[in-house]
């Protein structure tokens, strides 16, 4: 592939001694921006106030889709729905483990229909769908890792919700527990690189928290104050590829030398609406591959 050539160059050229990095090839839900805006505020990136351009944020949009696509992932589209100018940000969708759809249930009413929308295109596609019971931000919230559930709360997912998901997705829930507004979900605070490698803003989380972070993972990457303010960690990785906004050049170097290929992204119309490209993505984790990361 063409894009990949030169990092692929680069890692063989000074690749001694670092991990080698493996695809699986992924399957993803987005929803074009055709009805972005920003006419509320529900977190401190919001500010209705600032002009948005709809055709930019869509040619930012496209370009992340067609880079999933030439990295060989799958793409399915789900129609946005005029008046829910957050669709886009697919990732709160819902979250999918082995093929069971733990639908979302937003905190805010102006993106509460956003749930039944995402939940009836599960539904029309054959998947098996539980309507939750408490508030869940979908993968905003959830971050699935080899063999464990990463669950934020503290800004929009319900802790009660975490019992939920583990019972009905069937996998263990660790709740980690958020402190800054601007870091309001947990994709915008942690990245999962591969099966049990993650990195994030220890700044974004409790002290106990913190500690939770340390022992899982003691060798994770940590970012710096400045990465996470650009949205360094709203990061989507394939195992071996991580999009990435490219203003988070710390956290670019701190992959690279972890053998993985960062793939700079610009999605600045979406940010101010406080999203980037792990907002856009919802990962279908399909039957047959379980709850691999
Ligand atoms: N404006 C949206 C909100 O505040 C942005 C959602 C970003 N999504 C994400 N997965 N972090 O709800």
Redesign the pocket.
């Known amino acids: 592939m063409q894009q990949d050539a030169s990092p692929a160059q680069r890692s063989s050229a000074a690749g001694e001694g670092r991990p080698s990095r493996t695809v699986r090839p992924r399957h993803y839900l987005m929803c074009s921006p055709v009805h972005f805006d920003v006419v509320y505020s529900?977190?401190p990136w919001?500010e209705p106030a600032k002009p948005t351009d709809t055709a930019l944020a869509v040619a930012q949009w496209e370009r992340l889709r067609s880079l999933f696509l030439g990295l060989g992932h799958q793409v399915e589209l789900i129609e946005p729905v005029p008046g829910l100018p957050?669709m886009v940000?697919a990732?709160?969708g819902a979250t999918v483990v082995g093929g069971k759809v733990l639908s979302a249930r937003f905190r805010?009413a102006e993106?509460a229909d956003e749930g039944p929308a995402y939940a009836a295109w599960f539904r029309e596609n054959g998947y098996e769908v539980h309507d939750a019971v408490h508030t869940n931000?979908g993968?905003?919230d959830y971050l699935v890792t080899g063999d464990r559930i990463l669950a934020g709360t503290g800004f929009r997912t319900d802790r009660r919700s975490h019992a939920e998901a583990e019972r009905f997705l069937g996998l263990p829930v660790t709740t980690l527990e958020l402190v800054d507004p601007r870091f309001?979900?947990l994709?915008?605070a942690l990245a999962v690189l591969d099966h049990e490698e993650v990195m994030y803003y220890p700044g974004a989380f409790t002290p106990e928290s913190r500690r939770t972070l340390r022992e899982l993972y003691p060798d994770a990457i940590r970012a710096t104050e400045e990465d996470a303010a650009v949205f360094g960690l709203?990061a989507v990785s394939d195992g071996r590829h991580v999009l990435l906004p490219e203003q988070a050049t710390h956290l670019i170097d701190a992959l690279w030398s972890r053998g993985f290929v960062p793939i700079g992204v610009d999605l600045s119309e979406l940010l101010k609406?406080?999203?980037s490209s792990?907002?856009c993505t919802l990962e279908i984790r399909g039957r047959e591959r379980g709850a691999e990361a």
Request: charged letters at 25%.
């Open positions: 529900i977190n919001m957050d940000f990732a709160n805010h993106r931000e993968e905003g309001y979900h994709d915008t709203n609406s406080g999203g792990k907002c």
